[in-house]
């Protein structure tokens, strides 16, 4: 059988996500995200196009880099006004069936302990469609109000990551056997004490105890997403990531993203189809390619100077309003994210100015691959890129809200599953199950995770 082309819907329970400027157009509904209607609707319309899940992302502070303030982002919409990803998620278990989610949640900020038991209660309520995108932030802004007077270092944010993890594959995988709770109402014992375990995690970042609070659920571990693609993020994303989210803009830089991580992952005893890949993607469908044309020129018209710039300066710390519009951008390992500014700069097929680089973030889509062209076109080019780059999928964001979505199910799925590319329904079973197949609910043998469990 044709590889299969996996596809998350890419969110955030936001005003607006990266379609800068979009907000405005008369189609979306965007506006409604406080509503849990629209998040019931958007379930129920992903459910119907087959999409593996909604992938939610989230940030704990604005965007305040750009010209030193958070104005420009608050004018636009970047990413705030932005309510918790987490709630929302049990109501739109409860409207589908089949439908998988993951949550953002950075490892930086929560606690090990309540996190944890949060995503236990998830994977219960959802009966195994949980997944969770670790990963360590990048606003200085959401230090602050985390009581630290600065962003912790780059590199030592994943250390602190790493230890998260061992703590929660303590939690989730050691604590609790699968026969501690009995409901023995003969014997009076709903919980056999001898079957819950202290882990007695003592390290350098933090002191839990145990046990854990929450019984096993279905998949014990959430299925781990990950995001950030800098040298430390990859080695972090081969020792523990089952997914991995990572943003595209050419067919060489991404195959030497996968190639990379899936190589280092080997080295962690894990196989390399272990981990799949999915990219970030943005599509503008018309019944015709010279319609599809027209929208993207209308979506154009709508498009912000500022707010782009904003993210901009978010994601790298770069603040684009100081340079000078020819002056060469160059790679620094700042505290932010490294794999946005690598982009612009050392992963650049040719030097960028500080001009181009504005010209570059504000095309519709920002820092997403685009696909334009007919249900045909984009199909033909979908599947390109995952020929020439092996990942497996797509974190499809959504430029006109939910419209850009409806246009993929309607027209472009169909064309996918004509060709064998596209499932004609679900794979029974957990998240874990429908991406690695029947009977895998659990994480894999040779994931790290498993040598925490009770033996
Ligand atoms: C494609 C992509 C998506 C990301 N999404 C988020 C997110 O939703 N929330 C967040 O706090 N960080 C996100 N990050 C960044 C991570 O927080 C990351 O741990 C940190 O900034 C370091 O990233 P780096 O390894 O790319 O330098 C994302 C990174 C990438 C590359």
Not at 16 to 29: A, C, I, Q
Not at 145 to 170: C, P, Q, T, W
Not at 393 to 411: A, Q
């Amino acid at each position: 059988m044709a590889k299969q082309i996996r596809l998350n819907a890419f969110d955030v329970n936001a005003a607006m996500h990266n379609s800068h400027g979009l907000w405005k157009h008369p189609e979306s509904e965007r506006y409604r995200y406080k509503d849990l209607k629209y998040w019931v609707e958007m379930a129920q319309l992903l459910e119907r196009g087959l999409f593996d899940a909604l992938f939610l992302a989230d940030v704990y502070g604005f965007y305040d880099i750009y010209r030193g303030s958070r104005d420009a982002a608050l004018r636009d919409a970047i990413q705030a006004p932005i309510n918790d990803p987490s709630l929302i998620i049990p109501t739109m278990a409860y409207a589908t069936k089949h439908l998988s989610f993951a949550v953002t949640v950075p490892t930086t900020y929560e606690q090990p302990y309540a996190h944890a038991r949060r995503m236990t209660t998830l994977d219960h309520l959802t009966n195994g469609r949980i997944g969770w995108n670790v990963v360590t932030s990048f606003l200085p802004s959401a230090a602050r109000n985390f009581g630290l007077d600065k962003m912790i270092s780059h590199d030592e944010r994943y250390d602190i990551a790493d230890e998260y993890l061992e703590v929660v594959y303590k939690l989730w995988e050691g604590s609790w056997e699968d026969e501690a709770v009995i409901r023995d109402a003969v014997r009076g014992i709903y919980t056999d004490p001898s079957k819950v375990h202290e882990i007695h995690h003592e390290g350098k970042h933090y002191r839990v105890p145990g046990p854990h609070l929450s019984e096993p659920s279905p998949q014990r571990t959430p299925v781990l997403y990950q995001a950030g693609a800098s040298p430390r993020g990859r080695a972090f994303a081969a020792k523990h990531a089952e997914c991995v989210f990572i943003d595209g803009h050419s067919y060489e830089s991404m195959k030497f993203y996968v190639d990379d991580i899936r190589a280092q992952a080997v080295a962690y005893g894990r196989h390399p189809d272990d981990i799949k890949v999915f990219m970030a993607l943005s599509t503008i469908v018309g019944t015709t390619a010279k319609e599809a044309e027209e929208k993207l020129r209308e979506l154009t018209s709508l498009s912000s100077e500022e707010g782009p710039q904003a993210i901009y300066g978010g994601y790298t710390g770069i603040d684009l309003s100081k340079g000078d519009p020819n002056q060469i951008l160059t790679f620094q390992a700042t505290d932010h994210g490294q794999t946005v500014l690598a982009r612009y700069t050392k992963m650049s097929p040719k030097e960028m100015t500080y001009g181009e680089v504005i010209e570059s973030v504000k095309k519709i889509g920002g820092r997403a691959v685009v696909l334009t062209g007919s249900a045909e076109q984009v199909a033909d080019q979908m599947q390109t890129w995952m020929e020439k780059t092996g990942i497996d999928g797509f974190n499809l964001g959504h430029l006109v809200t939910p419209g850009s979505l409806k246009e993929v199910i309607d027209l472009v799925v169909p064309i996918l599953q004509e060709r064998g590319v596209y499932k004609r329904e679900y794979e029974q079973g957990t998240m874990r199950e429908k991406l690695f197949g029947a009977g895998q609910s659990r994480l894999s043998e040779r994931h790290p995770g498993a040598s925490y469990r009770y033996k």
